[in-house]
T-cell receptor, first 114, second 117 residues
Framework: AQKITQTQPGMFVQEKEAVTLDCTYDTSDPSYGLFWYKQPSSGEMIFLIYQGSYDQQNATEGRYSLNFQKARKSANLVISASQLGDSAMYFCAMRGGTGNQFYFGTGTSLTVIP | DVKVTQSSRYLVKRTGEKVFLECVQDMDHENMFWYRQDPGLGLRLIYFSYDVKMKEKGDIPEGYSVSREKKERFSLILESASTNQTSMYLC????????????????FGPGTRLTVL
């Protein structure tokens, strides 16, 4: 069975500091993709970053990076130099290798404090 | 840019009414999805469709049905709305490339916040 776990319902970070949002997953597929999305209070889901199961290097997109530890089945999102606009819900998701379905975690609410 | 639109941002209906939520995408994606989002539960898949007239049940299909008559349009139907269907409903679309990659991401609509009284 495919499963995504986000154990941090809420997180606080000081502006300009870095923060790590945790995500662990469970799958028996050898090939899978991991996605992170941001959902501001307006409601739209914004795709942030992707990590493939066969990727040798951790993904990076601007201030976002993924700490991918395959053996531990974790794909933590690191946001560097936090900004007030980073305050939002963050969802980790996985797409298995054989299907079209995505599996989402329960999300982490991040608040950036000025 | 991919655009996914949903027919309403906010909707208020009465118990027992038949409710239609419409979703349209303009990127010729094969896959379309309906989720409901509730606090603490994340996104839960109701139904998805990988082709016209094709549908697959997700994790919570009870009380819902779907229709996909055209590739760009995927409708969610609440046959007889109940108060426990008060929620945020999100539509998404994607295509599946031959190789796994960021191009497989789902693109989401703005959501419909449904209240059933």
């Amino acid at each position: 069975a495919q499963k995504i776990t986000q154990t941090q319902p809420g997180m606080f970070v000081q502006e300009k500091e870095a923060v790590t949002l945790d995500c662990t997953y469970d799958t028996s597929d050898p090939s899978y993709g991991l996605f992170w999305y941001k959902q501001p209070s307006s409601g739209e889901m914004i795709f942030l970053i992707y990590q493939g199961s066969y990727d040798q290097q951790n993904a990076t997109e601007g201030r976002y990076s993924l700490n991918f530890q395959k053996a531990r089945k974790s794909a933590n999102l690191v946001i560097s130099a936090s900004q007030l606009g980073d305050s939002a819900m963050y969802f980790c998701a996985m797409r298995g290798g054989t299907g079209n379905q995505f599996y989402f975690g329960t999300g982490t609410s991040l608040t950036v404090i000025p | 840019d991919v655009k996914v639109t949903q027919s309403s941002r906010y909707l208020v209906k009465r118990t027992g009414e038949k409710v239609f939520l419409e979703c349209v995408q303009d990127m010729d994606h094969e896959n379309m999805f309906w989720y409901r989002q509730d606090p603490g539960l994340g996104l839960r898949l109701i139904y998805f469709s990988y082709d016209v007239k094709m549908k697959e049940k997700g994790d919570i299909p009870e009380g819902y049905s779907v229709s996909r008559e055209k590739k760009e349009r995927f409708s969610l139907i609440l046959e007889s709305a109940s108060t426990n269907q008060t929620s945020m409903y999100l539509c998404a679309s994607s295509f599946i490339s031959g190789n796994q990659g960021p191009q497989d991401t789902q693109y989401f609509g703005p959501g419909t916040r449904l209240t059933v009284l």
